[in-house]
């Protein structure tokens, strides 16, 4: 017998996040096409209108071009009280030089947003965080959200149960947008859910009051990404914002001497006013991120969204929320709530992502190798330099890492892009120049030699501790 909903079915949504809101949002939606009357209710026991940790939910808070673009078709549009700033640029800084990347289409697609009512130590409420907007829209929709915690779940009669304080409440559909924490991924698991938890790994987020003059003086509206020589760093950002700089280090298993050395780094240093040392905020954490996915995030009546299964590595976290939250809602509304629905139709969205993740993977490690040599290095920012000046020329190099850093495009179509013959030709040109320079300069060749064996020799050992080598 097929698992449908019908008119009075009841959604149980647990967690108020982007991947929860967005759920609910396109469900309601879904079902006014359909003439069908549901019921849902998100379970969200955090305030995003207040600051600190009772309305955190721990992010970077960016909102990539494409994404802007495809909630804005669903009529979903972030508000000017959302949007703290709209980033036109990025800067990206190595250990030795910079380079201004400005947008493709020079215009102010990316927003940079906080995620709740602001960090601990802020003087006033001037902004409004992105889940509380998204959370309202699905309230303005019919969602229904209730303000406690998860004790228990069960089956009752074929239905799972929630079991609150003192109460239980029994759905036709249970939801689960968690994220990656244990406990979620508990209830779940007394389901009788059958799937392999998904592979995490901690990063690392602070938020700086440096105050919107000096913001604007010293960083701009430009996202800056450092691509520096520290090991276990894959990617860090210093985002700015209103009156704050939000500083988001990734990689793998960010600990207390990773952090003192990006905060070290002269690259960094060099971006802040003399008077304003870097280090960390009053509010910091870190977090765990998905970096691999679960194996099967559903069973009958039971459906994981957002990074509680998969998310895009590294980048555009809430796109992924957005694309796994619409699959399923479109997959319960107008297919059924069976596991077999979900395998049909809601998986082949979910396999996108975990297999562009991949070719993520892929393109951190050559990024990782790039950074350990001092040749290929200069070629990314002479070929991305000369591209920023040169008006109407083909802006190859800018394109991948803008694409990169921001999450604006898949991992795929930026590898393959990679590959174009005239990428690579200008790409080896421009790092194969200055070689030949130094090689006429006093004693060049032996310290360029030496150079690149000790790159050859640090890539192999960074490949050995990922288990690729």
Sequence with gaps: MPLALEDGSRIGVIGGGPAGSLFAYFALTFAQRMDLDLRVDIYE??????????????????????????????????????????????????????????????????????RGGGPRDIQAVKWGGLDGHLLTLAQQQGAKVIAERISDVAWDD??????????????????????????????????????KRPQTTKAYVTELNLGSELIAQHFGNSMHMFMLDIPRLD????????????????????????????????????CFPPDFPPGEGECHCSPKINVLEAT???????????????????????????????????????????????????????????????????????????????LLLRG????????????????????????????????REIFFRTLDPRFLGRFMRESVLPAGAGKRGKGGTGHGKRRAWQGIWRWRSHLSSRGTG
């Excluded at 921001?406 to 991992?411: I, N, Q």
């Design 45 to 114: 026991p955090r305030d995003f209108t207040k600051p600190g940790p009772a309305g955190c939910n721990m992010c970077g808070g960016i909102v990539s071009e494409s994404l802007v673009q495809l909630l804005a078709l669903e009529g979903i549009d972030l508000p000017p009280t959302v949007v703290q700033r709209g980033i036109d640029s990025y800067v990206l800084h190595t250990d030795r030089e910079s380079v201004r990347i400005d947008t493709p289409l020079m215009e102010k697609r990316i927003a940079a947003v906080h």
């Design 296 to 374: 099967r995030p559903f069973a009958d009546r039971v459906v994981l969204v957002g990074d509680s299964g998969v998310t895009r590595l590294y980048k555009d976290g809430i796109g992924a929320a957005y694309r796994t939250a619409k699959a399923a809602a479109r997959t319960a509304v107008f297919s059924g709530v069976s596991a077999e629905d979900f395998d049909r139709h809601f998986m082949p969205i979910y396999r996108r992502i975990a297999r562009d993740n991949r070719f993520g993977r892929l393109i951190f490690t050559v990024v990782h190798g790039i950074k350990l040599f001092d």
């Design 235 to 270: 990617c860090a950002a210093i985002i700015p914002k209103g009156d704050f700089l939000t500083v988001c280090l990734l990689g793998r298993d960010i600990d207390r001497d990773l952090i003192t050395a990006f905060f070290q780094s002269p690259a960094v240093k060099r």
């Design 158 to 195: 074929g239905r799972p149960q929630l079991r609150l304080a003192g109460s239980a409440q029994t759905y036709d559909l249970l939801v689960g947008a968690t994220g990656i924490n244990s406990s979620g991924w508990a209830l779940f698991e007394k389901l009788g859910l059958r799937s």
């Design 380 to 411: 990314v920012l002479a070929m991305a330099a000369k591209e920023q000046r040169r008006h109407g020329a083909r802006r190859r190099m800018s394109i991948v890492l803008w694409d990169m850093f921001t999450g604006s495009a898949p991992y």
